[in-house]
């Protein structure tokens, strides 16, 4: 009996040994996988197939081979896949860089072009911030404002909250309107108490609301194609020395002189300077409709 008892203990502490290295094997194989798949290189030279907007035609885009310096995650083929940095120059020589998401050895997912300031070639950075596709910069409505926002960029500098960034991707279809059940929609944000003594003074109490302003006076209008968008800026203002900047995401048939009415999301105080040498303050607004 009593060998019978030290048999049937030592098969049982024998299993349990198997079992742990079966267990211990099978988790070391799991790390290993795990290591394998974060592969990543530091300064490689690579030459990426990448899409870019048309310089004479931002409508429209072109594939480019551009060789630089590749630092980042890769996949098992060597090609950049997950998180890394692109570093290049266009055709003038000038240095640009690509931070950001990569799959299939492209930009794809979140990331910002990066073009530095340059004496004598530009007086701020400029930067293409959002969603990339195969190298092409296809930014979400929300993401072509902040663009818009950048010095250099029209009427002034300014800056898109997050509180407004998340208004904007909950209601693309409002940006601007096309369809009557649109319209509808938009009214149920609309508050036409709101005046431009209330935006300057504070206008992070009003971010979720849709503005209405009457019989603005146009001084200045411009139509842009940018990244897949045709963009009508628009500086209006009236007799009380009110002045909106107005961003609108399609083509408009009005011009300098014209009388507009709109309606419209708050974004933020901006200011530029004038012809006079002074200040022109302004408030900018997202367009949604014309009336």
Same mark, same amino acid.
């Given at each position: 009996?009593?060998?019978?008892?030290?048999?049937?203990?030592?098969? $049982? #502490?024998?299993? =349990? /040994?198997?079992?742990?290295?079966?267990?211990?094997?099978s988790s070391s194989q799991d790390n290993n996988s795990s290591v394998e798949q974060t592969l990543e290189v530091t300064d490689k030279e690579m030459t990426l197939t990448l899409n870019f907007w048309n310089s004479d035609d931002r409508l429209n885009y072109s $594939? #480019?081979?551009? =060789? /630089?310096?590749?630092t980042g995650e890769v996949d098992e083929n060597g090609l950049p896949s997950g998180h890394g940095r692109f570093d290049t120059e266009n055709s003038e020589g000038l240095p640009w860089y690509y931070d950001g998401e990569f799959?299939?050895?492209?930009?794809?997912?979140?990331g910002k072009c990066v073009w530095e300031k340059q004496e004598g070639v530009r007086e701020n950075d400029y930067i293409e911030y959002g969603n990339y596709k195969d190298g092409l910069f296809v930014p979400t409505k929300s993401q072509l404002l902040m663009h818009l926002g950048q010095p250099d960029m029209n009427f002034g500098e300014f800056s898109v909250s997050d509180k407004s960034i998340a208004f904007i991707d909950s209601h693309e279809n409002l940006f601007p309107t096309?369809?009557?059940?649109?319209?509808?929609?938009?009214?149920?944000?609309?508050?036409?108490?709101?005046?431009?003594?209330?935006?300057?003074?504070?206008p992070d109490k009003y971010l979720e609301n849709i503005i209405e302003i009457k019989d603005a006076i146009i001084y200045q209008i411009f139509e842009n194609d940018l990244c897949g968008h045709t963009v009508t800026s628009i500086l209006a203002g009236n007799l009380n020395g009110d002045y909106y900047t107005i961003y609108f995401d399609r083509s408009l048939e009005l011009y300098q002189g014209d009388s507009i009415s709109f309606l419209g999301l708050p974004i933020a105080s901006s200011w530029f300077e004038n012809v006079s040498g002074g200040v022109t303050n302004n408030f900018v607004v997202y367009g949604c409709s014309i009336f």
């Open positions: 009996m009593k060998k019978l008892l030290l048999g049937l203990i030592l098969s $049982s #502490l024998l299993l =349990t /040994g198997c079992n742990q290295n079966n267990e211990n094997a $594939s #480019l081979e551009k =060789t /630089g310096i590749y799959s299939n050895g492209s930009f794809n997912g979140i096309y369809t009557e059940s649109d319209l509808q929609e938009l009214e149920s944000y609309v508050d036409r108490t709101i005046e431009y003594k209330h935006l300057m003074k504070a």
